[in-house]
């Protein structure tokens, strides 16, 4: 499955509403850490069906990151159930993220 590009418009409708666990990464483009972590997320979204993938960018989507006191990048959220069920901050393996799920 592909990686969402995650908004507020469409935040409630993906992640909170979603019959499946939701990762989401908040990243921004000039993150050297986040530009690690995006190709394991992008690699979890194509090589694991059960689980939705979303990305937020922290300078486009300001109200998100303050919404899950999001004080560094890059930031992981695993929401089950419409709930955050797991969080983790910096850069990690691909086996760390997996782990979160």
Not at 61 to 85: C, D, R, W
Request: glycine residues 6%.
């Amino acid at each position: 499955m592909s990686v969402l590009t995650l908004t507020k418009d469409n935040f409630t409708q993906e992640a909170v509403q979603s019959d499946k666990p939701v990762l989401i990464d908040f990243w921004a483009p000039w993150c050297g850490p986040c530009r690690m972590v995006s190709p394991i997320v992008d690699e979890i979204a194509e090589e694991t069906p059960n689980i939705k993938v979303g990305k937020v960018n922290v300078d486009e989507q300001p109200e998100l990151a303050a919404q899950f006191g999001v004080m560094s990048i890059p930031t992981l959220i695993v929401m089950k159930n419409g709930k955050v069920a797991n969080t983790a901050v910096g850069s990690r393996s691909k086996q760390s993220i997996l782990g979160m799920l």
